[in-house]
């Protein structure tokens, strides 16, 4: 889409801004703008789209995605400067606004609401798409596989990751752009992401250790209710040590134990249970 940049920007109205102009006169201008698209839309559309050659069609078709590109780019840096119109109409937020303002689905809005954020902290994305050189869509998917990064990504990272992924759209659709972010600092940073990934690994497990919580309620009846919350790893080898003694090769000297007087297996809770009464007695507890 790039490649038909320049075409639009050669139609783009040549009004000037005076440099001392008063808000008023450049809303004014700003409106003349959107209102000579729009005009130019109109002739467009009367156009007839049958009539034309097959061979001038593929053009036509990058044209028509580059415009698109370029006004989905103006509506974001708009969508991300309406807060105060928002405000002003008492809507919840911008989402809200322009939900009710364009008749939108709100879940659509909201995307277009954290689209136009995200957009802010990625200036190659932004540039490309003004520039036409990438898709709304594409645009959106590498913004989602920037905000995915670690937060303790390096700023420097980011930008690599960025740029790959930018360049990247040249050639591939919006779904293989996001599978390809989802691997990318494996290509712009290898060395740093096994460093990443242990040190997520660590922060989890001091989160996991702190967490960790064991509580006993005695009911009255010769029965306790234990409740624990413990780190994962832990979690798996106790459930697999009660596996182990609910299988049945470890009850060859009560084959009745996790059964029932009528002959049918005992729930799956009620063994783990019992299970677990009778590793403490194998333990010497």
């Known amino acids: 889409m790039g490649s038909t940049g320049s075409t639009i920007e050669q139609r783009r ?21 959107l209102q000579r698209v729009v005009g130019d839309l109109d002739a467009l559309i009367a156009c007839e789209p049958g009539r034309l050659p097959a061979a001038a069609k593929p053009d036509l078709l990058r044209l028509i995605a580059t415009a698109e590109a370029k006004i989905a780019a103006f509506k974001l840096r708009f969508l991300a400067t309406a807060s105060d119109a928002a405000r002003a109409a008492g809507a919840r937020d911008t989402a809200a606004w322009y939900a009710d303002q364009t008749r939108t689905d ?41 905000d995915e990064l670690p937060s303790q990504t390096p700023a420097i990272v980011r930008r690599r990751a960025e740029d790959a992924l930018v360049a990247a759209a040249r050639t591939l659709p919006p779904k293989k752009l996001a599978a390809k972010g989802k691997g990318i600092l494996d290509e712009v940073d290898p060395d740093g992401r096994h460093h990443q990934l242990a040190t997520t690994l660590e922060a989890e497990q ?36 009660l596996e182990a003694h609910t299988s049945p090769r470890s009850t060859n000297t009560d084959a009745n134990r996790w059964r029932t007087p009528e002959g049918d297996l005992i729930g799956n809770p009620t063994r783990m249970g019992r299970a677990l009464c009778n590793a403490r007695q194998t333990h010497g507890g």
Do not use: C, M, Y
């Open 13 to 33: 109205p040549t009004l000037d801004r005076p440099s001392g102009s008063v808000l008023d006169s450049e809303v004014a201008t700003e409106r003349a703008w």
């Open 106 to 146: 709100a879940g659509t809005a909201r995307s277009a609401q954290r689209t136009a954020e995200s957009i802010q902290s990625a200036p190659r994305v932004a540039d490309a798409l003004s520039a036409g050189a990438v898709s709304a869509d594409q645009a959106k998917r590498i913004l989602d596989s920037l």
């Open 206 to 241: 001091a989160a996991a250790w702190a967490k960790t919580t064991v509580t006993f309620n005695d009911r009255g009846d010769g029965t306790t209710d234990i409740e624990a919350t413990v780190p994962t790893h832990v979690a798996s080898r106790l459930k697999a040590v």
